[in-house]
């Protein structure tokens, strides 16, 4: 009976020794796998002289693209106080052409002529055209009579 109650005894036993084994043998492959991220083992995936410039690149990096997010947002907030402004610009340039059209009015002008006591002239002086010695105009002269200015005067 010794023997009977020892054999289910060691039947457990080697049961968990099995077990054991197969939890090991999951693990072992796992543990390899990290073990391989271990920085300070020989078979490392990351080699130690090498960690310390990849973790300055990766923070460069990080710094470098921040800033240019900033800078982005910078700009899209300068872009839509520039909208801003040239909505502003552009109501004041309405105003200022509206204004300037008011002041060329051919009618407000005779009227303002006739306030300030202007009249038509009682007569015209036709001055001599002043000919070069080699026959040519002045040329403020030929640009006067040119009929194609006519339309587009200073």
Do not use: C, H, W
């Not at 073990?35 to 090498?50: A, K, V």
């Not at 872009?79 to 801003?84: D, H, L, Q, V, W």
């Amino acid at each position: 009976m010794a023997r009977g109650k020892s054999k289910p005894g060691r039947s457990a036993r080697r049961g968990t020794a099995r077990s054991a084994k197969r939890k090991t043998s999951k693990f072992s492959a796992m543990g390899a796998g990290l073990g391989r991220l271990n920085p300070r083992s020989r078979d490392s995936l990351f080699p130690p002289r090498l960690v310390v410039p990849a973790l300055v690149a990766a923070v460069t990096v990080a710094l470098g693209m921040a800033a240019l997010r900033i800078d982005l947002i910078r700009t899209r907030y300068e872009i839509g106080m520039n909208y801003s402004a040239e909505k502003n610009l552009n109501r004041e340039i309405a105003g200022l052409t509206a204004r300037m059209r008011k002041l060329r009015d051919p009618l407000r002008l005779t009227q303002r002529a006739k306030a300030l006591g202007f009249v038509p002239p009682q007569q015209v002086i036709d001055l001599p055209v002043q000919v070069n010695a080699d026959g040519s105009t002045s040329a403020a002269f030929q640009f006067a009579r040119n009929a194609e200015n006519e339309l587009n005067q200073p």
